[in-house]
Nanobody
Framework: QVQFVESGGGMVQAGDSLRLSCAAS????????MGWFRQAPGKEREFVGF????????YCADSVKDRFTVSRDIAANVLYLQMNSLNVEDTAVYYC????????????????WGQGTQVTVSP
């Protein structure tokens, strides 16, 4: 069984930066993309960004692409989300996940998830 553990969340002020990590362990899976999603209270899980296993290319949602960056450490089997210029609207639980489908933007296309890490941004 594969496991993903997110870390790095916390409470910050608007304008601050955070780097989230997602450590993978357990059995090896042939995922196509690993992605980050977020879910605010009362809202659906929202796509943030992903990285492709085949070529390491990344893609982020328009709402964050100028501030967030997805990366990975292949040797350590860790996925990262660098978040800069955070604002109140970024407050959410952030989840990492893995999908067998290339270019997966929808949460329903992801088969494996971590437990999430809370990010709270104050004004």
């Amino acid at each position: 069984q594969v496991q993903f553990v997110e870390s790095g969340g916390g409470m910050v002020q608007a304008g601050d930066s955070l780097r989230l990590s997602c450590a993978a362990s357990g059995r090896t899976i042939n995922w196509a993309v690993m992605g980050w999603f977020r879910q605010a209270p009362g809202k659906e899980r929202e796509f943030v960004g992903f990285i492709s296993r085949s070529d390491g290319s990344t893609y982020c949602a328009d709402s964050v692409k100028d501030r967030f960056t997805v990366s990975r450490d292949i040797a350590a089997n860790v996925l990262y989300l660098q978040m800069n210029s955070l604002n109140v609207e970024d407050t959410a639980v952030y989840y990492c996940g893995a999908s067998y489908y290339e270019g997966a933007f929808a949460a329903g296309a992801y088969q494996h998830w971590g437990q999430g890490t809370q990010v709270t941004v104050s004004p």
